[in-house]
């Protein structure tokens, strides 16, 4: 397109340019090709944008058609009770509005349904249902990522999750760790014994360190009572002075010698013969009868009765008698 030049010259010339270049100007736009043209127009259709998730005008047109001629209106009852009195045989299609709840009800040829919106219920865990007002205030109350979390690793100064080790056991959510054996690592319970024969149990710190001293000292016996803390006993020493001691005030021992036929002899009562020793603050210590040129121990029964001794005797002898 050739665009002529407005310049000097007489009110005529310039007025004939002008014109020259609007002419060019029309001419261009008739000239363009067809596919200049094609390229500015937009699509009017679905299909020409490639959108599949709509439907049409005359798509539309048809399924409202579709669900309306299937209904039948029926004029309303009162309650949703009134339905079955008031048409006890219906047919597929018909529609019942029920003044109190103003809810629709459709007969599908075996049940009455609401169809209306307001007979959708509010949703609960367990039914499907419409959002409440408070239900979307929570949601909206929820920050964006909110349940985009990730469980961090546990450190000396964080919380956050762990792997389970050997030697651990998991049991009805309760994690527990096994005892220690010869052959596996785990829990051993602590025992404040030095002496105990509890080979299920290891020894503190302190029962060690008793032990050891107790073995270091059997290293280098203790040779005295008081080394091994024995207070029961005497020494020798002890022993030998107590020995000196007793022997020292000890009274003199009495024998006293007596036939079959002396007086200290009672008369036979009930099998036994009295035989009454003045005791003069002696004691009974033994009755002896002679056998020849020997002597022999005698079982008797003695008491001390006051002054006396008397002693109970099965038969009558010749011997003697100790008294201290």
């Known amino acids: 397109m050739t665009v002529e030049k407005i310049g000097t010259g007489t009110q005529r010339e310039r007025d004939a340019a002008i014109n020259a270049n609007f002419e060019a100007l029309d001419t261009g736009k008739l000239d363009k090709t067809s596919a200049d ?15 599949t998730d709509a439907y049409t005008k005359t798509e539309t047109d048809n399924k409202i058609s579709a669900v309306v001629s299937s209904l039948q209106w029926k ?10 009195t008031t048409y006890p045989n219906p047919a597929d299609g018909w529609t019942v509005n029920v003044n109190d709840t103003d809810i629709t009800y459709r007969y599908t040829g075996s049940s009455w349904i609401a169809i209306s919106a307001n007979s959708i219920p509010i949703a609960t865990s367990d039914t499907d ?24 690793t546990a450190t000396a100064s964080v919380l956050g999750g762990v792997k389970i080790g050997s030697n651990i056991n998991i ?7 096994n005892n220690a054996s010869t052959t596996q690592k785990g829990v051993v319970q602590l025992i404040d014994s030095s002496v105990t024969e509890d080979y299920t149990k290891a020894p503190t710190a302190a029962a060690m360190k008793r ?17 091994y803390g024995i207070t029961d006993a005497y020494t020798k020493t002890e022993v030998d002075n107590k020995i000196t001691e007793a022997v020292a005030g000890a009274a003199a021992v009495l024998k006293t010698e007596f036939t079959a036929s ?15 020793l003045a005791a003069s603050g002696k004691h009974f210590l033994g ?25 109970q005797s099965t038969e009558k002898f010749a011997g003697f008698i100790l008294t201290i």
């Open 37 to 51: 043209s094609d390229y500015a127009k937009k699509s009017t259709t679905l299909s020409g944008y490639g959108i």
């Open 75 to 84: 004029p309303s009852v009162e309650t949703y009770a009134d339905i079955a």
């Open 129 to 152: 249902g419409k959002m409440s007002a408070a239900m979307a205030a929570k949601l909206n109350g929820i920050s964006e990522g909110a349940n985009n979390y990730t469980l961090p």
């Open 171 to 177: 049991n009805s959510d309760v994690i527990s760790v």
């Open 211 to 227: 032990t050891w001293e107790l073995a270091s000292g059997k290293q280098n016996p203790e040779t005295t009572l008081s080394g």
């Open 262 to 276: 002396s007086a200290n002899w009672g008369t036979l009562s009930d099998g036994y013969y009295p035989f009454t």
């Open 287 to 311: 009755m002896y009868r002679t056998n020849g040129s020997t002597y022999e121990s005698v079982m008797v029964d003695a008491v001390e009765s006051g002054s006396n001794i008397i002693i």
